[in-house]
């Protein structure tokens, strides 16, 4: 399976095939509008604004299963996104990323990368104890942590990276260039 396999929900309930993006480098986000790293959306447009020609897509999926985050329906959670940051990219139907009702694309994406921990630093810390609270085996399943969580998919519709809420931006930004 690679992710071309995939069909996923638009914000207006129509099916959307994964397939559309052979070819691109693709970076799927699970997002939320009223979380600690929504100010991610300004450095992601910025990545999409800078590298959209040369083949970036950023598949944005509103998730509330994170502390009720993500409150709102598809269109008020897209009037906010595109009103405050003035996103571009694509934004898909809000959707669960663990859990029983996981879409069959996170699933995917989560059976096959592993957390590699939250980093080092005041919000790393915050956010392993936050992690154990929520599951005690965190750090031995590759679940969804929290918002903002990134899969960098290659041209071929490979995973080649995941990153945490955590990672720099920066680190997100030049793995996303080399993909390119």
């Not at 800078?50 to 985050?69: S, V």
């Not at 009702?101 to 104890?129: C, D, R, V």
């Not at 085996?137 to 080649?160: A, C, H, M, P, Q």
Request: charged residues 25%; negative net charge; glycine residues 8%.
């Amino acid at each position: 399976m690679n992710l071309y396999d995939f069909t996923v929900k638009a914000m207006d309930g129509s099916d959307v095939s994964l397939a559309d993006y052979k070819g691109k480098v693709v970076l799927v986000v699970n997002t939320a509008t009223g979380c600690g790293f929504t100010p991610q959306y300004d450095e992601l447009q910025d990545l999409y604004d800078e590298c959209a020609e040369k083949g970036l897509e950023i598949l944005d999926f509103p998730c509330n299963q994170f502390a009720n985050q993500a409150p709102g329906t598809d269109d008020e959670i897209h009037d906010f996104c595109t009103g405050r940051y003035g996103i571009t990219f694509p934004q898909f139907a809000k959707i669960d990323v663990n859990g029983e009702n996981a879409i069959p694309l996170f699933q995917w994406l989560t059976a096959n990368t592993k957390f590699e921990g939250f980093g080092k630093g005041p919000m790393a810390l915050m956010m392993a104890g936050v992690a154990k609270a929520k599951d005690k085996d965190y750090k031995n399943n590759g679940s969804v942590k929290w918002n903002f969580t990134k899969f960098l998919i290659d041209r071929n519709g490979e995973i080649v990276a995941r990153f945490e809420p955590t990672a720099d931006m920066k680190d997100v930004a030049n793995r996303v260039k080399e993909a390119l």
